[in-house]
């Protein structure tokens, strides 16, 4: 069975501090790898995606993940963070399809929410 | 506006009453999806429908809960004779299938109350 796990399920920083919130996903084939963001009080929006091709993945907002096959992790960076950061932030899976896009639903993390003090 | 649309956006309902929620994709995305979210979790997938076809429904999604999506445009989720647990957020998705990597685009979601 697919899942993700997130480590993390608060993570508090001061501004200009580094960001790395970890995520670990569990599926016996060939996945696609999602952040989303979700601001308060507004709905989820895609920070970046990794289908293939190389591994460092560049998003909106200065993010970047990285997919390490290795040890089945996307964990999501920012070297600054800023206080408009402040929000949760979701890992997500779903099956790599034969012709290389997606195949079925996304698997969410249980998020981490990510508070940013000015 | 283009993005996925839901309606109501809240809901607060009695302990048996029937609830129906709507979503209306992007325009011309082929795949909707259903999702609902509870309080410290991420979503979860209960059901998707490409075009009109529904094609997969989850464990999650009772004999009480019934999706349509008549036209392949717009969807419609119902939940009959509501229960506390019930109460969460619904959040609908839709992709265009005919490209490669594709995304799903969440819509605002409706949340739910049963009391």
């Known amino acids: 069975a697919q899942s993700v796990s997130q480590h993390n399920h608060h993570v508090i920083l001061s501004e200009a501090a580094s960001l790395e919130l970890g995520c670990n996903y569990s599926?016996?084939?060939?996945?696609?790898l999602f952040w989303y963001v979700q601001y308060p009080g507004q709905h989820l929006q895609l920070l970046l995606k990794?289908?293939?091709?190389?591994?460092l993945v560049k998003g909106i907002k200065g993010f970047e993940a990285e997919f390490i096959k290795s040890k089945f992790s996307f964990n999501l960076r920012k070297p600054s963070v800023q206080w408009s950061d402040t929000a949760e932030y979701f890992c997500?899976?779903?099956?790599?399809?034969?012709?290389?896009?997606?195949?079925?639903?996304?698997?969410f993390g249980k998020g981490t929410k990510l508070s940013v003090k000015p | 506006d283009t993005g996925v649309s839901q309606n109501p956006r809240h809901k607060i309902t009695k302990r048996g009453q029937n609830v129906t929620f709507r979503c209306d994709p992007i325009?011309?995305?082929?795949?909707l999806y259903w999702y609902r979210q509870t309080l410290g979790q991420g979503p979860e997938f209960l059901t998707y429908?490409?075009?009109?076809?529904?094609?997969?429904k989850s464990r999650l999604l009772s004999d009480r809960f019934s999706a349509e999506r008549p036209k392949g445009s717009f969807s419609t989720l119902e939940i009959q004779r509501t229960e506390q647990g019930d109460s969460a957020m619904y959040l609908c998705?839709?992709?265009?299938?005919?490209?490669?990597?594709?995304?799903?685009?969440f819509g605002p979601g409706t949340r739910l109350l049963v009391l």
């Open positions: 325009s011309e995305h082929n795949r």
């Open positions: 997500a899976s779903n099956r790599r399809g034969s012709y290389g896009g997606s195949q079925g639903n996304l698997i």
């Open positions: 998705a839709s992709i265009d299938r005919g490209l490669v990597q594709e995304t799903q685009y």
């Open positions: 990794y289908f293939s091709g190389d591994p």
């Open positions: 429908f490409q075009n009109e076809a529904q094609l997969e």
């Open positions: 599926y016996g084939g060939t996945v696609n």
